[in-house]
Structures are given as structure tokens and as C-alpha cells.
RNA sequence: GCACCCAUAGCUCAGCUGGAUAGAGCGCUGCCCUCCGAAGGCAGAGGCCAUAGGUUCGAAUCCUAUUGGGUGCACCA
């Protein structure tokens, strides 16, 4: 239940009514019309625009509009007044019943009050990580699992049947480096001395898979040639990576569905059929590329590539899908990638990209324009902005040959997986983020984790207290509260906080960004700490009233409301909720 | 040279896909602990939303240009 929605409904059944009546033209388009909370609380409850929206298409005046819905609107329970303000805004302000309902509903629906039904069952797909095999995850990815897997949850909570997915690159020049790389750690183990080789990996997180490949190979490999051990070592190499980032991915609270392997493209000829399809488009042409202008590459030379026409469809040039001497362009597995998720069906297909990723949007967008044919698929490309790490204000550096290379597993053993996915959302997705690592850990209201944790963990702390005084507090029985008690306008004020609950939802959803659920959870344990506080001072507002249980379940029902929404809201962000604080 | 992202209080950042007098935290100033949790609370000051135009009833939000910062730019993934 969305009581802005509901209010909404309202306003189009009175303006459908005016026209009846022929106080209002027929034939309007209420799509524009919109119920939304006011930016200032002075002004009533909610807002609605549609004298203003409508004024032009009706010929007639805003004011005069207004006046007559406000005249029909009033005639609803649940508005006590509606006024006409501004350049013709109409204010509403609801009843307390109105706004006491929302706490019941709040309680009988728990975690499942505030899911949206605007997915209709459509599917979506989130592509997310999807970093080379080729070594540990470190904290720029962390950044984009955290975003990826809470836009997940997100989209779930709002009504889509959602698949988290991850694009392996298993294939190509980079893993061959990587089987090498792992030879000479594998030399290494066999007590030959280890040489950090040009363009190698060089890793001591290879160590313990060279020991692995001496145990397999004794020192067999040692004197062979490339051809012998390679395929092997890549192999073993690759599985070995892919189960540490499964690992890491796991202790983060983040676990994928699928994994698609890029080499399995290789060999399944998807990628000849994606070009061939292309071809039959006229997308795919024999061409030479301009060189960039400005700054030319080292050693540019004109070459003849097969290429994909992307500026056909929006991308600055054309893209490279067959290198000269006949193998495929990192490109060409991507396209049909891309083509594959298309005809998988889903209606909604994101990709999670680092920022540094930023210059593959046009193209990949120019993919998905071409393949869709029936222009079903609403496509989006999320980048998530650079990590900054700090430790107690300083800027921390990392090298990878100080030994200083912060590992996604360094992050989590230090900070833990609520903490840290927590912190990656409280910034927008394309804006720099900076991790402190003293800071994230502070129990003070100046960390957010801590302020809506503590938030969850007092109300926790006031139903354990009020059990103990023998008051029920089990859900069921506060559901059915008298909650007409709560009448002070703080206790209405956390109320409507609620109700902003699934409006907050769909519009995170609407635009892909988990971070504004982050923000509203602040907001809300903001209003409960501000009603706590005031208890301090005016004792008629504390939850546990001595001796009147009626009136400390209606107060409780209140809270245990705000702890059911924060415990959604984290759930969404894959945060638990804490109990207590220690 | 081109493309993409960004620019909001002294600092760090929100800002509802165009709404009213632009918000929060930190910092600053002033008050406040006999209290269900003061690891705080309440209040106040602080703004030409980078700049200049445009679109319209209405712009921090959309368009164009400019300035300043980040990222990326064929035969690597």
C-alpha cells in the first residue's frame, strides 16, 4: 500500500468527476498529474500539481482548478484540508487516521510492506564484478559488487524476478599471461629462483598456486616447452582465481547466480552467428579506421578490420570485431554476450561497470539498439566512481610492490560485510566515495552505519524492555492497537516517514540507485532518534508508559514500525540489522 | 583533439527524472544531563546551486556555449 498512490488515485477519480459535471473539459491527460510530499512541511502533508499540469490543456486558470478539486477532495475522510497555495499547488493535510493506518499496515504486512508491484513479474538481469580471473578482487570491485548486488535486491523488492550475473574472462591474450605467471611460481616451488618476468603477473598470491601445481606436476614441467603445460596451468590457474573470488564475493554477502564463461563463446560459434546476423543487417563491413585525432597512438598504422557499424547507432566510431590476423577483439565476445541476454528474454538488462569502463557505454548501447529487434529491452550501463582509502584521515596509498595492495578480503576482515556495503551506498553510484577506515568503524552519530543500526537496536532494546514489564509486543497484538493514540505531531512525524516507504522504492528503483534507499533509512532512524529525544524532556513521549499498557503498545507499535522498514530497507542493501549495539 | 562523468553552505555530500522560501552531517556560536541508552540533545548563523544564454506558468534539475576537475580513446582484455 502507497498512500501517495492511493491519495493520487483520488485526485484523478475527483477530476474525472469534475468532468462529468462539465467543470472540466473532457479528453485531458492526467499522466502529469502528480501527489507528492512538499518540500516543506509547512505546507501541508502532500502536494498536487494538477491545477497547474492542467491549466494550459483546459484553457482555464490554475486557481479556479484547484478551488473546485479542493472542493471535491474535502469530501474524502482522509483530507482535512486542501488548500490552494502558491502559483497553484493544492496542499493537502490528512487526517491522523490516515496516517496511524500506515502504521498498521506497516505491521501486518512486515518486510513486505513497501514492495512494489511496478516489475509486473518482468525479469531483470544484473551484470556485475565481472573481473578478470586473473587475481584477487580489491576494493575498486568491491564498490561495484555492493552497487550491483543492492540494485538487485532493489529491483526484486520492486516486483522484478531478478538474475545476478557475472561475465568471466576466461578467455583471451590476459589468462595466457596469467598460466605464466603462475609457471614461474610454479619453478619457484620446485626451488628454482623466482624472476619477476616483463609483463607478468607478479603476485605472491600465485604462490600457493604454484605449490598446487608442483603437488600435480612433481617437477615434470620444469624444462618443457610452453605448448606442453600451458593449457593445463591456465586451466588450473583460472579455476583456482574463480574460487577465491567466489569466496570473497561470499563473505561479502554477495552471491551470483550465474556465470558466463567467455570461452564457452569461443567454442560454441555464438559469436560467428551474432556477426553473421549483423551481417545480414548490414552492420558488419571490411573497413580502415581513421586514427584518433589529437593524440595518436605509438606506431599507428592504417589496417584493414572487419568492423561493427556502431555509429549507426549512436557510438563516435565504428568498433574493431576481427584483428587483422583473423582472431576475435575483446569486442566480439561482448557483442554476443550482449545478444545472448537480450534472447534470454530478460526485460531489463544493466551492467555494473567501473568508471574507468566509462568509454565501452556508447558501444555497448549501440549492441543492444541493434540486437533488439522488437525493442523490448530497457537497457542501462550503472558506473560505479573510485574507492578513495583512508586511515584516520590520512590518504592511503596502495602498491602493489610495498605490499600496501588492499584486497577486497583486507577490507572485509577489518571492517566486516554490513559495514562495508553499508558505507559503498551512501554515496551516489557515480560520485568518488571516500573509505576511511578508522571512520567507518566509529560508534558515533557521524557514521551513518552506526546511526541506522542503533536506530534498529533501540527499538530492539524497548520491545526487550517492555516484555520484561509484561507487555506484549509481538506483532500481531500491536497491529491491533489503539493506535488513534498517537496523536502528537513527533509520533505523526515518523508516521509519515513511513509512508514515504514505497514511494522512496519505486522511485530508487525507477532509476536504478540503491543509494537513496541508504539516505532514506537515515532519514528515518533520524526521526526516530529525534522522537527518543524528545521522551527525554517530555516523558508523555516515551515508548514504555508505566502503567497503561493500551497506550505503550500504541507507542511501541510506532517503533517496532520504524525497525520493520529499517530491517526491509538494509535487507534490500544485504545489511542485517543489528540487535544490539556493542 | 574527441567522447563520457562531475561542479550545490568553510568541509563531506543529499536533493523525488521540472515544483513553492534549495536540505543533512561535520565545523562554528549559544543553551541543555536527577532522564525507557548523553558512545548526547535543542536552537542559530552560514548559498548568485561554476559562468553566460535559452526552453515555460516554474530550472540546482532539461538544451547550448564557456570555465574548472575526473575518466577513457584502433591491431590488449
Known sequence: MNLFTEMRALVISALENMQTEGTLPEGLEFKN???????????????????????????????????????????????????????????????????????????????????????????????????????????????????????????????????????????????????????????????????VKEGLYPGDYLVPVGEALKEKFGDGMIDKPESEWLEEFRDYTIDEMLRQIREDLALLNVNMQVWTSERSYYSSGKIEKTLEELKEMGLVYRGVLEPPKGKEPDGWEPREQVLFKATEYGDDVDRPVQKSDGGWTYFAPDLAYHYDKVKRGFDVIIDVFGADHGGYVKRMKAIVAALDHEKRVHFDIKLTQLVKLFKNGEPFKMSKRAGTFITLRDVLEQVGPDVTRFVMLTRRNDAPLDFDFEKVLEQSKDNPVFY?????????????????????????????????????????????????????????????????????????ASELHSLWNRGNDDGSLRFIQEDNVATSQAKIALARAVAVVISAGLGILGVTPAEEMR
Open 452 to 524: 541506522v543500526q542503533y536506530a534498529h537496536a533501540r527499538v530492539c532494546s524497548v520491545l526487550r524492555k517492555a516484555a520484561e514489564a509484561g507487555i506484549a509486543v509481538d506483532d500481531e497484538t500491536l497491529s491491533r492497537a489503539d493506535l488513534s493514540q498517537l496523536d502528537h505531531e513527533a509520533e505523526l512525524g515518523v508516521a509519515k516517514k513511513l509512508a514515504e516507504w514505497p514511494r522512496l522504492v519505486e522511485i530508487a528503483a525507477r532509476s536504478n540507485e540503491p543509494h537513496r534507499v541508504a539516505f532514506y533509512l537515515y532519514d528515518l
Open 33 to 195: 498529474v502528480a501527489v507528492e510530499p512538499p518540500r516543506d512541511a509547512a505546507h501541508g502533508d502532500m502536494a498536487t500539481n494538477a491545477a497547474m499540469v492542467l491549466a494550459k490543456p483546459a484553457k482555464m486558470k490554475p486557481r479556479d482548478i484547484a478551488e473546485a478539486l479542493s472542493a471535491k477532495l474535502t469530501e474524502d475522510d482522509r483530507v482535512i484540508t486542501a488548500e490552494v497555495a502558491g502559483p497553484g499547488f493544492l496542499n493537502l493535510r490528512l487526517s491522523p487516521e490516515a496516517w496511524q493506518g500506515i502504521v498498521k499496515v506497516a505491521l501486518v504486512n512486515g518486510a513486505e510492506y513497501g514492495q512494489s508491484d511496478m516489475g509486473e513479474g518482468r525479469t531483470a538481469n544484473v551484470e556485475y564484478v565481472s573481473a578478470n580471473p586473473t587475481g584477487p578482487l580489491h576494493v575498486g570491485h568491491c564498490r561495484g559488487a555492493v552497487f550491483g548486488d543492492a540494485l538487485a535486491g532493489l529491483l526484486e523488492y520492486a516486483g522484478y524476478g531478478v538474475t545476478r550475473e557475472y561475465w568471466v574472462n576466461d578467455a583471451g591474450a590476459q589468462v595466457d599471461v596469467l598460466a605464466r605467471s603462475a609457471y614461474e611460481r610454479y619453478r619457484e616451488a620446485n626451488g628454482l629462483e623466482f624472476v
